[in-house]
């Protein structure tokens, strides 16, 4: 297992912020992993799980304790199920899935990270999440020191959520395993209206995987959501805030302020969340509280391809982009009385 000291942690992110850990141990087995967890544990070390660094904001200051960079490798295919290493780089665990003519996780082509971390934030994009199809999710359990098997039902997947996420202390991702389908080379049905539009069919529909994933890939690109080290739309986390689940009493205070802000002919973006709770769009009210594309003068603007992403210009800290963040916050509480929740994990600041 490769050790280090006072080793910079911005290159591990796509962000590429943050300052550096006291110790980086980089683990490429589950054997290694459990070690250098339980020997945190152990010691009474803090300890700072690193996947892709997709979905995370370290601090200037940077981590004292131990970063643990998770790079395990493992695609197994057995028919239509898939057990992942949580290193697994999820794009190429997605292009394989679709050469292999299975559907179920294509239209989550182009999300960077590890399949590690696609059970904890409930991954989702494009009509898909993951939780459709995962029915098993191997862990180190902290608290009793054992390994364990988590079902689809133990993982307790809601919106951008899960058992993992409430209990951030507790579980490590070893393995995940999905269940896929095999359509004879077809997609899902495509339950995302963008891609249906983008690809000529109706919702519902099933295309070529090959067409999905080349659509998906190409409508995230077209927002910076494919990393590219020389565009920096996507030196970011992708989507920083999470699009909020209001009560219908709450909603229909949002479209009241609404109507007054932007005239009574205007109406929100709402999608059905559950009984009694509406779904709207973080983008949607980012750009209508004034923040639109490529705003900002310093070193972290909003992208100049998606009012969603917050990025950093080549030279940006974290605090700049933490200014940056808490100040479309409030814009949007101010204007609509809607409090916007980060998706990032923020390690040692906070907004």
């Not at 364990?148 to 490590?172: G, I, M, Q, T």
């Not at 929100?268 to 779904?279: I, L």
Request: hydrophobic letters at 40%; charged letters at 20%.
């Amino acid at each position: 297992m490769q050790e280090l000291h006072d080793a910079p942690l911005a290159p591990l992110t796509t962000f590429r912020l943050g300052g550096p850990a006291t110790r980086l141990l980089t683990a490429t087995t589950d054997a290694e992993v459990i070690a250098a967890v339980r020997e945190a544990d152990d010691t009474g070390t803090p300890l700072l799980l690193i996947g892709g660094g997709s979905n995370l904001v370290i601090g200037d200051k940077g981590f004292d304790g131990t970063a643990l960079h998770i790079a395990t490798r493992g695609f197994r295919l057995d028919g239509t199920t898939l057990e992942l290493a949580a290193g697994e780089i999820w794009t190429d665990a997605v292009a394989r899935t679709v050469e292999a003519g299975l559907a179920g996780v294509e239209c989550l082509a182009g999300i960077p990270g590890s399949a590690g971390a696609t059970p904890i934030q409930n991954v989702g994009a494009y009509g898909q999440e993951v939780s459709a199809t995962i029915t098993e999710v191997t862990a180190y359990d902290r608290r009793s020191g054992e390994t364990v098997a988590l079902s689809n039902a133990d993982c307790a997947f809601s919106y951008r959520h899960s058992r993992f996420k409430a209990e951030p202390e507790r579980y490590v991702v070893l393995r995940v395993r999905f269940e896929l389908e095999n359509a004879d080379g077809l997609s899902a049905p495509l339950r995302y209206a963008e891609t249906a539009r983008a690809l000529g069919v109706e919702a519902g529909d099933r295309v070529p995987l090959t067409a999905a994933r080349e659509t998906v890939l190409r409508l995230r690109a077209g927002k910076g959501m494919v990393l590219d080290p020389e565009d920096h739309d996507t030196w970011s986390a992708g989507s920083f805030f999470t699009n909020p689940i209001l009560t219908d009493e709450e909603f229909a205070a949002f479209r009241s302020r609404v109507a007054g802000r932007l005239g009574a002919a205007v109406e929100p973006p709402a999608f059905p969340a559950g009984e009694g709770r509406v779904k709207t769009s973080a983008a949607w009210l980012i750009d209508k509280a004034g923040f639109t594309k490529g705003y900002g003068t310093g070193p972290a603007r909003i992208s100049t391809k998606h009012t969603l992403a917050l990025t950093n210009r080549g030279e940006a800290t974290t605090e700049d982009l933490l200014a940056l963040a808490r100040e479309v916050v409030a814009g949007v509480h101010e204007a609509f009385g809607v409090t916007l929740v980060n998706e990032p994990v923020t390690v040692g600041v906070a907004l």
